[in-house]
Nanobody
Framework: QVQLVESGGGSVQAGGSLRLSCAAS????????MGWFRQAPGKEREGVAG???????TYADSVKGRFTISQASAKNTLHLQMNSLKPEDTAMYYC???????????????????WGQGTQITVSS
């Protein structure tokens, strides 16, 4: 059974940094494509960053240059380093996984099969 558990959420002032982690279990992590998504109150869920099994990544324009997605396959862990946080980054952040090979990663939620429960990020001005 595939399980994804996010951690590292919290509250931070604008300009600060946070690092999210996603612990994966129940499958062979190294064969999967992974992604981070977020959903703010009253808004649709949007893709933040995606990464394929070979480490190629893609980012939403709104986070390029500020966020970095990475993975430690040996540890079955996905990370999202978030720097220069803005109030508009406030949202619930979700980790997602799929056994499909998404070359370069994907920001499309419909391409992912498994989801974590989410971790809240609140950025104050």
């Amino acid at each position: 059974q595939v399980q994804l558990v996010e951690s590292g959420g919290g509250s931070v002032q604008a300009g600060g940094s946070l690092r999210l982690s996603c612990a994966a279990s129940g499958y062979t992590y190294s064969g999967y494509s992974m992604g981070w998504f977020r959903q703010a109150p009253g808004k649709e869920r949007e893709g933040v960053a995606g990464i394929d099994r070979d480490g190629r990544a893609t980012y939403a324009d709104s986070v390029k240059g500020r966020f970095t997605i990475s993975q430690a396959s040996a540890k079955n862990t996905l990370h999202l380093q978030m720097n220069s946080l803005k109030p508009e980054d406030t949202a619930m952040y979700y980790c997602a996984a799929t056994p499909a090979f998404l070359y370069g990663g994907s920001l499309s939620e419909h391409r992912y099969n498994y989801w974590g429960q989410g971790t809240q990020i609140t950025v104050s001005s």
